[in-house]
């Protein structure tokens, strides 16, 4: 049974930071590549990073230079490193896994197989 379980989330005020974590159980953590991706209320899921099987990492726009996201596959562990928040990143944070495959699909909802419950990060102004 895999499980994905975030953690970490808060109310922070602007300019602060945060840092998530994603323990993930019942899957082959190193096989995978691992994302996050936030919603906000009344908005869509949206892609913030992914780490890939390889160690590459991409990242939205939105959050390039202020994200860094990593994983520990010893301890079967995704973390997300939020610096510099902004109220505009006020959301439900999820972790998502994605098997390996052969076209790869990083930054949208369908590429991933299995989801966390979510962690809420709330940015204060």
């Known amino acids: 049974q895999v499980q994905l379980v975030e953690s970490g989330g808060g109310l922070v005020q602007a300019g602060d930071s945060l840092k998530l974590s994603c323990a993930a159980s019942?899957?082959?953590?190193?096989?995978?590549?691992l994302g996050w991706f936030r919603q906000a209320p009344g908005k869509e899921r949206e892609f913030v990073t992914t780490?890939?099987?390889?160690?590459?990492?991409y990242y939205a726009d939105s959050v390039t230079g202020r994200f860094t996201i990593s994983r520990d596959n010893a301890k079967n562990t995704l973390y997300l490193q939020m610096n510099s928040l902004k109220p505009e990143d006020t959301a439900v944070y999820y972790c998502?896994?994605?098997?390996?495959?052969?076209?790869?699909?990083?930054?949208?909802?369908?590429?991933?197989?299995?989801w966390g419950q979510g962690t809420q990060v709330t940015v204060s102004s």
């Open positions: 780490i890939l099987w390889s160690g590459r990492t």
């Open positions: 998502a896994a994605q098997a390996q495959k052969a076209e790869v699909i990083v930054d949208e909802s369908r590429g991933y197989d299995y």
């Open positions: 019942g899957l082959a953590f190193s096989s995978y590549a």
